[in-house]
Every structure is written in structure tokens, then in C-alpha cells.
């Protein structure tokens, strides 16, 4: 039996689509269509209804009967190779998705190692803000996202990345006071945040929204160097990751302030489709787990 249509099996089956297990496959919805006849004939049962429309293809009853087993057998297959150690051997695409902040942080060494442990292996990366690339997930045009998790959906598993705790930041020129400042203070001034569909934009809107007074101004951007660089210039206040500005608060060029509420730490996750079963994916996560660990060491 060919272990390739197996997969376009599970992979047909998981996306609902001979469409989008083309494409996840790289190859044609003619072929996918051939590999599934031929697996029915060997097996003589009929997996799918292939009924005309849009909707989502369906299994059928002796198709959901046989698709764990089919799971099983891919994912032996794949534990037989990682055991065998043959991971410089790997060849294929990672589709990554990555929240802005690990762009300035540890990915650069995370895809150094990646490179080193795999060298076949080509990387097809997507910065984009968590709500995105939870999306791109589930759909499976993601594999393998750094984001704010974890996600609560039993098909995703979730491997904990390092934190970032937020600072207040601001340009010397705007003049504020070499003191504990409350809140209330920071409102005179625009807020300059994360994107309005992200958590911390959530709790930092929320939280200025509860005090008294006009309401405040937020300048919200997905892009964290848009942010900071607005924030040099002296158009707002910001919160940023500490770790990603230690250099530019040491020379100067911004200035840390000591505020009553700060919002709450970034954490964050590697987050992967567990079905199918993707040893890529697990062993990347894994290697980002390493990185994160190490670059969080460094920088206490």
C-alpha cells in the first residue's frame, strides 16, 4: 500500500477538500482524485460521497471507520524515521507564522538552528498579528505559528515559548517626570498600541477606558517598529516588550517610565496542527521550545 495516498487520504479528509489537499500537497486535484480511487479500489470500499456543490467533501461511514487507522500508520512511519535520527535527511516546506515581537527577538537563531538541523528543509514565513495566525491554523495554511496562546482546540497542540513583560516607554522630549506616574497621567498624551483584534490592545484599552476624565487617544498599529518608531518621535506613549528595546533605553533615545499598572506579560506558544500528524512541525516547535529558553536566559 502507498504510504503517499494515504496521506492525501487523511489530508482529504481532514481539509474536507480535494481542492485544498492539492494545494496542501503541492500537486493536482486530478492526481489527489486518481490517488483516492486507486486507494478505494485496493481497500474495495468506498471512502468519500462525492457529491457536486461547494460544501465540504464527506466521508463515509467506512471512511471514518478507516481514517484513524490510516492516521496510525502515517504517524508510525514517521516515529520509525525520527528514531532513525535521519532529521538532516528532511526535506519539504515549513509554513511558518510569526507574531511580530519574535521577529525581534530570538527568530533569527531559531532559524540558524532550524537550517543546521535541516538543510533541505525551505521555510515559507508569515508575520502577521495572533488572530491571524490562529485562523491561518485551523484552516492548515499555517503549520507551525509563534503567537500569544495557547489554542484551545483539540487539534492544535500548544508547547510554551518564553514571556515578554511590557514596558511604558516614551522620548526624552515629551519631558515626563522622573517619577512613579499614575495612569491618569499617561492620557494626555495618544496611547500608542498593538493592533485593536489583539489581546494587549484589549487590556490596555479597557483599562484606560474605566478612569475618569476625556477619553483617551490610541494609535493602534500591527507593526511593533511603527510603534516605536512613532513613540522616538515623540507622538504618544507606548508599551513595548523590554527585552526589544534594552539597547535604546541604555543609549538613551527612549526612556522607560515608572507607571502604577502595566499591562499584563506576552506569552506565547508554538502552536501546531497535531492532525495530521506533522513530525516537521513537532520537531520545529520543538527546536523554537530550545531557543526561547536559552535567548530568555540570556536576557534576565
Not at 480511487?37 to 470500499?45: H, K, N, P, S, T
Not at 522630549?173 to 491618569?184: G, M, N, T, V
Not at 526612556?255 to 501546531?272: D, G, I, Q
Request: hydrophobic share 45%; proline share 6%; glycine share 4%.
Amino acid at each position: 500500500m502507498n504510504f503517499k495516498r494515504l496521506e492525501t487520504f487523511v489530508w482529504v479528509a481532514t481539509l474536507g477538500s480535494f481542492r485544498k489537499a492539492a494545494e496542501r500537497q503541492h500537486t493536482t486535484q486530478p492526481a489527489i482524485s486518481s490517488r483516492i480511487a486507486i486507494l478505494e479500489d485496493e481497500l474495495g470500499v468506498k471512502l468519500f460521497e462525492r457529491e457536486m456543490g461547494p460544501g465540504p467533501v464527506a466521508l463515509t461511514a467506512k471512511g471514518k471507520e478507516l481514517l484513524p487507522y490510516a492516521e496510525k500508520i502515517i504517524y508510525m512511519q514517521e516515529q520509525l524515521k525520527k528514531r532513525a535520527n535521519n532529521v538532516q535527511g528532511v526535506s519539504g516546506i515549513l509554513r511558518l507564522g510569526v507574531s511580530e515581537t519574535i521577529v525581534h527577538t530570538w527568530l533569527p537563531e531559531f532559524l540558524r538552528r532550524l537550517n543546521n538541523e535541516m538543510p533541505h528543509l525551505e521555510v515559507e514565513m508569515t508575520v502577521d498579528v495572533t488572530s491571524n495566525l490562529r485562523a491561518g491554523l485551523l484552516d492548515r495554511s499555517i503549520d507551525l505559528a509563534f503567537l500569544m496562546g495557547p489554542i484551545s482546540d483539540p487539534s492544535i497542540a500548544n508547547l510554551s515559548l518564553c514571556s515578554f513583560p511590557l514596558a511604558w516607554i516614551a522620548s526624552p522630549a515629551l519631558k515626563l517626570p522622573d517619577r512613579l506616574l499614575y495612569i491618569e497621567e499617561l492620557a494626555q498624551w495618544p496611547i500608542i498600541t498593538y493592533a485593536r483584534n489583539t489581546k494587549p490592545f484589549a487590556e490596555i484599552s479597557q483599562r484606560f477606558r474605566a478612569i475618569d476624565g476625556a477619553p483617551v487617544r490610541f494609535m493602534s498599529s500591527s507593526s511593533l517598529a511603527a510603534c516605536y518608531r512613532l513613540t522616538v518621535d515623540g507622538v504618544g506613549i507606548s508599551t513595548l516588550p523590554y527585552r526589544m528595546i534594552t539597547e535604546e533605553l541604555e543609549k538613551g533615545i527612549i526612556t522607560r517610565l515608572h507607571v502604577t499598572w502595566t499591562p499584563s506579560e506576552l506569552t506565547f506558544t508554538a502552536s501546531y496542527s497535531a492532525v495530521p500528524y506533522s513530525p516537521i512541525a513537532e520537531r520545529a516547535a520543538e527546536l523554537a521550545v530550545v531557543v526561547s529558553e536559552a535567548y530568555a536566559d540570556e536576557t534576565i
